[in-house]
């Protein structure tokens, strides 16, 4: 089991690192890409609570792992911080609330199609 966490935690990293690229190559400001990957990742996670996978295994690799790997509060943390040293306060607290609120809506999301589809 431990393994394929290993494994999913590598490739959701792996994802995270793209996306940063994808959003960079398009001069975004920096926490735009944070903010996708913990909405999108909190997305699916929803998603994968409902879905009811019946391997544990598989479970584990797509949520603790790849979502795991994707997905990331210390670079949210980071990114605030880095606002508030450019003195970009309103933008650190609107990056901060909209992440959480927007996060959280979209686990909802993830939850209602989970339900949905199955």
Same mark, same amino acid.
């Given at each position: 089991?431990?393994?394929?966490? #290993? +494994? ?8 995270? *690192?793209? $996306? ?5 190559? *398009? ?5 735009? #890409? $944070? ?9 699916? =996670?929803?998603? =994968?609570?409902? &879905? ?18 994707? $997905? @990331? ?9 880095? +606002? ?7 933008? #650190?607290?609107? &990056? $901060?609330?909209? @992440? ?10 993830? +939850? &209602? +199609? ?5």
């Amino acid at each position: 089991m431990i393994l394929w966490i #290993a +494994l999913g935690g590598g490739i959701g990293a792996i994802l995270r *690192y793209v $996306t940063v690229l994808a959003f960079e190559k *398009y001069q975004s400001p920096f926490y735009i #890409a $944070t903010f996708i990957v913990n909405v999108i990742g909190s997305l699916i =996670m929803g998603f =994968m609570i409902i &879905y009811n996978i019946q391997s544990q295994i598989v479970f584990a690799f797509i949520t603790l792992g790849i979502l795991g790997g994707y $997905t @990331t509060f210390s670079t949210f943390a980071f990114d605030f911080v880095r +606002l508030a040293q450019q003195k970009k306060y309103i933008t #650190a607290i609107v &990056y $901060t609330g909209s @992440t959480l609120i927007v996060s959280f809506i979209f686990f909802l999301i993830g +939850l &209602y +199609l989970g339900g949905r589809i199955v």
